[in-house]
């Protein structure tokens, strides 16, 4: 089993930036397709980004160009640069990770993934 734990969340002003993190309990990242979903209240869970092994990462169209999803085999984590945040973008960001690699038309569907965070709360204010 393995777990995973997101940090970084927290308040942030329109316009600013904050780094997600997620630590799985064993080594992953670099072989595993790894992605972090967001859910808003009253929303239903949403793709955000992703990225494997091997490939370029893969956005939500709402966070292009904002977010950035990235590795850091050395260190195990994945992590979501997020800039340019707005009161969208306010929900609980989750963690997820793949079982193995997966094909480019599987990322963004949620029963891809075998194993989920606890989620951390990002929230944006006026």
């Known amino acids: 089993q393995v777990h995973l734990v997101e940090s970084g969340g927290g308040l942030v002003e329109i316009g600013g930036s904050l780094r997600l993190s997620c630590a799985p309990s064993q080594r992953i990242v670099s072989s595993n397709t790894m992605a972090w979903f967001r859910q808003a209240p009253g929303k239903e869970r949403e793709f955000v980004a992703a990225?494997?092994?091997?490939?370029?990462?893969t956005y939500t169209n709402s966070v292009k160009g904002r977010f950035t999803i990235t590795r850091d085999n050395a260190k195990n984590t994945v992590n979501l640069q997020m800039n340019s945040l707005n009161p969208d973008d306010t929900a609980v960001y989750s963690c997820?990770?793949?079982?193995?690699?997966?094909?480019?038309?599987?990322?963004?569907?949620?029963?891809?993934?075998?194993?989920w965070g606890q989620g951390t709360q990002v929230t944006i204010s006026n």
């Open positions: 990225i494997g092994p091997f490939s370029s990462p």
């Open positions: 997820a990770a793949a079982s193995s690699r997966l094909i480019q038309s599987r990322l963004r569907t949620q029963s891809a993934y075998t194993y």
